[in-house]
């Protein structure tokens, strides 16, 4: 692989983890706000951090992260089905490490984050942006 790609995809990670943790941080708000205020089971919580999340994720990750602009409707299917099925292991990691392991809601959603960042990663760059390889060196050498 070539250095300029190693760069590219080094600042895309870059990128997305800044994205990650900004939507992270919103989800912890929404998750907590609604389970410890407003008394909402934790997994319906999480499920409505996640719609939260998702959009905004979508909109900054879409423009920012991999320069794909946000006004493709396919590309916003892919975007949800990715999500939607990394809430559903993640919905089943949670409800695990919640019930069968005790461990608090909001570690376990802290573990799930760490393990899911580098696979929603891969798997919105491959997946929701259908970016190829000479897509990424070509914005390399616009940056």
Known sequence: MRIATLKAHARQLVRFS?????CFALGLGVLTGLHELAGVH??????ASFVVTSSVGYLLNGRYTFG???????????????????L??????????????????LAATVLLAMANTP???LAHRIVSYRLARDSLVAASRRA
């Open 68 to 86: 794909a602009g946000n006004g493709d409707r396919s590309g916003l299917v892919r975007y949800t089905s990715v999500n939607v099925c990394l």
């Open 119 to 121: 696979v929603s990663f």
């Open 42 to 47: 934790y997994l319906l919580a999480y499920g």
């Open 18 to 22: 800044a994205v990650s943790l900004f």
């Open 88 to 105: 559903i292991v993640n919905g089943a990691a949670l409800r695990l490490l919640v019930e069968e392991f005790h461990v608090w809601y």
